[in-house]
């Protein structure tokens, strides 16, 4: 090898993911029921996000959930060979393993993936929507379509940088 190789540079889309890095206060509004009537379950969280390298974001989320403790942990990052962001999520209340790829259309970044409903013990759909408000809030929400096509919020997070 006398040539010397040459990494990949950040494109704009991951010079954005840097808004992201910082702490964050999050209330969260869990819907456990899909009738809207029903009012969700508000919980105070807090959320730290750090660049890992140029290319990705490690986020934490922490809170107390069904009175334990409650952990997430996210990646997020772009390919630009598939012109695509891609993200993952794990958490400590569920084996499931969340994969979402989606773009940015208009304000929102919108996500989209299939994984494990503990509940209904089958595959479902999921899509994820996150608009920045400006540098020091975003919102986010997520939601699972049900098995007749429609979709039920299952949760929404407001973000204001700590």
């Not at 807090?46 to 952990?71: A, C, H, L, N």
């Not at 790829?101 to 595959?123: H, I, P, Q, W, Y």
Request: with cysteine; net charge negative.
């Amino acid at each position: 090898m006398s040539e010397q190789m040459e990494f990949p540079k950040p494109v704009a889309e991951h010079n954005k993911l840097k808004e992201h890095a910082g702490d964050w206060k999050v209330q969260s509004s869990f819907y456990m029921d899909p009738n809207p009537a029903t009012p969700p379950m508000v919980v105070e969280a807090k959320e730290t996000i750090e660049m890992f390298g140029d290319f990705w974001t490690r986020s934490v989320y922490e809170s107390d959930f069904m009175g334990q403790p409650f952990k997430g942990m996210s990646t997020l990052g772009y390919d630009p060979e598939k012109k695509e962001y891609v993200s993952t999520w794990i958490d400590t209340m569920s084996p499931t393993f969340f994969h979402f790829r989606g773009n940015v259309k208009g304000e929102t970044l919108e996500m989209k993936g299939r994984a494990f409903d503990c509940s209904s013990k089958m595959e479902a759909n999921y899509r994820t929507t996150e608009v920045h408000k400006g540098p020091d809030e975003r919102v986010f929400e997520m939601f699972m379509e049900m098995p007749d096509g429609n979709e039920f919020k299952m949760m929404s997070h407001v973000y204001t940088r700590a």
